[in-house]
């Protein structure tokens, strides 16, 4: 399922440092998602775009940003606002049928974030 | 709004048996619960899925039960294999999707 991509696999960050995780997907999707995994966790919502230019905060957007000016990309920057960011990042897109989360998500292999 | 509690947390059972995972949800108009098998290192891949006017969908050894009444549904998977140790998770959907916390099915030879 080579559908969607994520990079960098690993990534570190200093502190007071912004970072941004690349998500791009070529399944003509229109709408996509960032989630955050902790150990022993499951996945929490960080961000949701259902269509270029527009995106909706999810349970915990806090220090994170977003932005989708392209139907295929959606980038997540991790801000030095969030203070716990060592997580790992996974990213989804889905069909839109007129309200969100009601179709299947296909994932990307995930981004690993670590504080040097 | 929404909450899902999953259960156990972790399951061990012996190749050939059956596995079953129980998931509750809060929120009566919770209408979508797909469920997600991610193998170690990997990306959650969806296994199967049920929406609230179906009480039971299988696929192979795969089945989801849905109580609407008691707000729960569980994943059964039968004649189990060693490629069916993972994390599996469930989710629930109102306005967001929520995810349990997950389950680690061990299959022991």
């Known amino acids: 399922d080579g559908g969607i991509t994520q990079s960098p696999k690993y990534l570190f960050r200093k502190e007071g440092q912004n970072v941004t995780l690349s998500c791009e997907q070529n399944?003509?999707?229109?709408?996509m998602y960032w989630y955050r995994q902790d150990p022993g966790q499951g996945l929490r919502l960080i961000y949701y775009?259902?269509?270029?230019?527009?995106?909706q905060k999810g349970d915990i957007a806090e220090g994170y940003s977003v932005s989708r000016e392209k139907k295929e990309s959606f980038p997540l920057t991790v801000t030095s606002a969030q203070k716990n960011p060592t997580a790992f990042y996974l990213c989804?897109?889905?069909?839109?049928?007129?309200?969100?989360?009601?179709?299947?998500?296909?994932f990307g292999d995930g981004t690993r974030l670590s504080i040097l | 709004g929404e909450n899902v509690e999953q259960h156990p947390s972790t399951l061990s059972v012996q190749e050939g048996d059956s596995a079953v995972i129980k998931c509750t949800y809060s929120d009566s108009a919770s209408n979508y619960f797909p469920w997600y098998k991610q193998e170690l290192g990997k990306r959650p891949q969806l296994i199967i899925d049920i929406r609230s006017n179906v009480g039971e969908k299988k696929d192979q050894r795969i089945a989801v039960t849905l109580n609407k009444t008691a707000k729960h549904f569980s994943l059964h998977i039968t004649e189990t294999q060693p490629e069916d140790s993972a994390v599996y998770f469930c989710a629930a959907r109102d306005d967001k999707i929520i995810f349990g916390k997950g389950t680690r099915l061990h299959i022991l030879p």
């Open positions: 775009s259902q269509i270029v230019n527009d995106f």
């Open positions: 989804a897109s889905s069909t839109w049928t007129g309200s969100p989360f009601n179709q299947p998500q296909h």
């Open positions: 399944l003509n999707h229109d709408a």
